[in-house]
């Protein structure tokens, strides 16, 4: 049996109107939008992302990507972990450039790291969700927490999260 190389991508995705800064928080969105974006699923990427693959690279690149996978999407910090084979990683890194809609809801996916193997994916994913659980608690009251139930709590929110990256 051969073994598949792949390649793990660490995404974000910024939703128009709904974005997490490095300086401030900004919910510009009604209270439906909002709702949409927090009712956003991994399986919600992989649908939106495997179309923009289509789109751009047609049946060939649909069918070399089909052991895509989106492992981990936290929807509070919008940070997910993208597994895919190595022979097409720049044709899924291309592809979520032109990524526009997940759930017909605007969206602006950057790569924040690509690795090579899933421990310094994980890695690579701890520093981030380690970067905003300091951020969060630094501007605690800067956060609207009123609309978003998931930010009530979010030291216990991230050290979830981060437990489920290292149990990956």
């Not at 792949?6 to 969105?29: A, I, M, P, Q, Y």
């Not at 450039?97 to 605007?106: G, Y």
């Not at 090579?116 to 380690?130: D, F, H, N, V």
Request: hydrophobic share 40%; glycine share 4%; charged share 25%.
């Amino acid at each position: 049996m051969v073994r598949t190389k792949v390649s793990w991508l660490l995404v974000r995705f910024d939703f128009e109107g709904h974005e997490l800064n490095g300086s401030s928080t900004v919910k510009s969105t009604t209270t439906k939008t909002t709702a949409a974006i927090d009712a956003i699923t991994s399986k919600d990427i992989y649908n939106s992302l495997r179309e923009s693959i289509s789109l751009l690279h047609g049946p060939v690149g649909f069918g070399q990507t089909t052991s895509l996978e989106v492992r981990l999407y936290d929807k509070v910090a919008r940070i997910a972990m993208i597994r895919t084979p190595i022979a097409c990683s720049d044709m899924v890194r291309t592809s979520l450039t032109f990524l526009t809609s997940v759930k017909s809801i605007p969206v602006v996916a950057s790569i924040l790291s690509v690795n090579r193997s899933l421990r310094t994916a994980k890695i690579a994913a701890l520093g981030q969700l380690c970067k905003l659980q300091k951020y969060s608690e630094r501007n605690k009251k800067r956060i609207d927490s009123s609309s978003d139930e998931n930010l009530s709590c979010p030291t216990q929110h991230f050290l979830d999260r981060i437990a489920q990256v290292r149990d990956l």
